[in-house]
């Protein structure tokens, strides 16, 4: 079965500072899709990546998909306290609708 | 559209007592999902439905834990008897392709 590795577990950013949240495959990803998770909620849907170096980007959040569709790293720009919350990356299993698989996720937490 | 709705948001019961989360979904969403968040494990898929059918309860850790989706716009999730190491968060999701949607959860507490 497909696991998911993120890195760093927990992060604590200065407000306005950048940062990278990383997350590896154990196998080829066939989509590989980014979630935020504010606390006592559910999971919202940030951005999906399909294809191998595609980038994409919404407001100051940039995900990117390695060439070998193995890893992908999401960055955030100038951090605000809206940025606070879980960031869990989720893979498909080869393309059918059976659900995603998810790694454990990165509490971030900002700094005023 | 209200998006996936769960309930209860929180359940406090007894160790032995009978559970039964609630889910409604997207309407016209083909595909549903139960999941279960912990710290230790994160966030684990327990069954999915398609067209109500169940295709995998793998993840449906005994028999204790059952799930049913007796039509396209109700599905429910029941433990019984619980016991305390089911404490968790229990999502519902649906979807029309790959993009899941999620309910805001069920804070599960078993005492």
């Known amino acids: 079965s497909q696991e998911l590795e993120q890195s760093p577990q927990s992060l604590i950013v200065q407000e306005g500072k950048n940062l990278t949240i990383n997350c590896t495959s154990s196998?080829?990803?066939?989509?590989l899709y980014w979630y935020k998770q504010k606390y006592g909620e559910g999971l919202i849907f940030l951005m999906m990546l399909q294809k191998g170096g595609e980038e994409k980007s919404h407001e100051k959040i940039t995900a990117k998909l390695d060439e070998k569709k193995q890893q992908s790293s999401l960055h955030i720009t100038a951090s605000q306290p809206s940025h606070a919350g879980i960031y869990l990356c989720?893979?498909?299993?080869?393309?059918?609708?059976?659900?995603?698989?998810f790694g454990k996720g990165t509490h971030l937490i900002i700094q005023p | 559209d209200a998006g996936v709705i769960q309930s209860p948001r929180h359940e406090v019961t007894e160790m032995g007592q009978e559970v039964t989360l609630r889910c409604k979904p997207i309407?016209?969403?083909?595909?549903l999902f139960w999941y279960r968040q912990t710290m230790m494990r994160g966030l684990e898929l327990l069954i999915y439905?398609?067209?109500?059918?169940?295709?995998?309860d793998s993840g449906m850790p005994e028999d204790r834990f059952s799930a049913k989706m007796p039509n396209a716009s109700f599905s429910t999730l029941k433990i019984q008897p619980s016991e305390p190491r089911d404490s968790a968060v229990y999502f519902c999701a649906s979807s029309r392709g790959e993009k899941l949607f999620f309910g805001s959860g069920t804070q599960l507490s078993v005492l």
């Open positions: 989720g893979a498909a299993s080869g393309g059918g609708a059976d659900g995603l698989t």
């Open positions: 439905f398609n067209n109500n059918v169940p295709i995998d």
């Open positions: 309407s016209g969403h083909n595909s």
């Open positions: 196998k080829t990803l066939y989509g």
